[in-house]
């Protein structure tokens, strides 16, 4: 066991009705570092932020954030200091951007989100449902960065993106993970542009994780992670 640990998966199965619909799935992220999860549709990947964040029971293994065990309950992901951004980004699309940023009740109030992201600042009397996809992912970060996680479970954030906007909103993660420490992990469809910012990289296929390396290593070796995709 590595200590320095944020987050650590261990032989966890999760799933439906108690079925597991992912089975041994072993992840650990350090502070400051950024998993990319991959994998088809289907694979597994939200299952397992949703089972890492407790708001799935655990029916076999263990979570652990900042060495507090989770044990399937969402307070505890919370107090532990684990949050998720599911992949609709859930901001409210009726709010003004202020309004969202007001619901993360940060005691400092939300100035911190927009001197992070000063791109917020004009836009801040706009209703979400008028902004653009990507102007809707980085007030969901910005909002979730105002609760302090030590560790970030993204999900999907490129969904509806443009590529260009995609291109944008990685970098910002890794900045976050840099300049706060924070653990990240990142599910993504953009393979290439996920381990270009990831520090590690796991493939699951059909519920389980089949491959896992160094960012860097799989981003020089395509084929390998096509294999996965397929289950070799
Ligand atoms: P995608 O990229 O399509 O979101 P994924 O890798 O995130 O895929 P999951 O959504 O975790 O995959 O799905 C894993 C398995 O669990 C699939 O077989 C899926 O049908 C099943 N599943 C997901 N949500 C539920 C649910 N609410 N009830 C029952 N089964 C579910």
Redesign the pocket.
């Known amino acids: 066991d590595r200590t320095d640990d944020a987050l650590a998966i261990r032989g966890l199965s999760a799933?439906?009705?108690g079925?597991p619909?992912?089975r041994d799935i072993d992840l650990q992220v350090p502070a400051g570092s950024i998993l990319a999860l991959l994998?088809?549709?289907?694979?597994?990947?939200?299952?397992?932020?949703?089972a890492a964040a407790g708001l799935l029971p655990v029916l076999g293994g263990s979570v652990t954030v900042l060495g507090t065990p989770i044990a399937g309950r969402v307070e505890h992901a919370t107090r532990a200091g684990l949050c998720l951004i599911p992949?609709n980004r859930g901001v409210f699309h009726r709010l003004t951007v202020a309004e969202n940023l007001r619901l993360a009740r940060s005691k400092d109030g939300y100035g911190p989100a927009l001197d992070r992201f000063p791109q917020l600042r004009g836009l801040l009397n706009r209703r979400c449902g008028l902004l653009s996809g990507g102007e809707q992912q980085l007030l969901a970060i910005a909002r979730t960065l105002l609760l302090r996680p030590r560790v970030l479970l993204v999900?999907?954030m490129s969904m509806g993106l443009s590529p260009v906007a995609v291109q944008r909103i990685l970098p910002e993660l890794r900045r976050v993970a840099d300049e706060d420490g924070t653990a990240i992990v990142l599910?993504e469809?953009h393979i290439d542009q996920a381990l270009s910012v990831a520090d590690e990289a796991a493939v699951?296929h059909h519920?389980r994780i089949v491959l896992t390396g160094p960012a860097a290593e799989l981003r020089q070796d395509r084929a390998r992670i096509q294999r996965a995709y397929f289950g070799d």
């Open positions: 799933g439906y009705r079925v619909a992912v994998g088809p549709n289907g694979a597994g990947k939200t299952t397992t932020l949703r992949d999900d999907e599910v469809q699951m519920g």
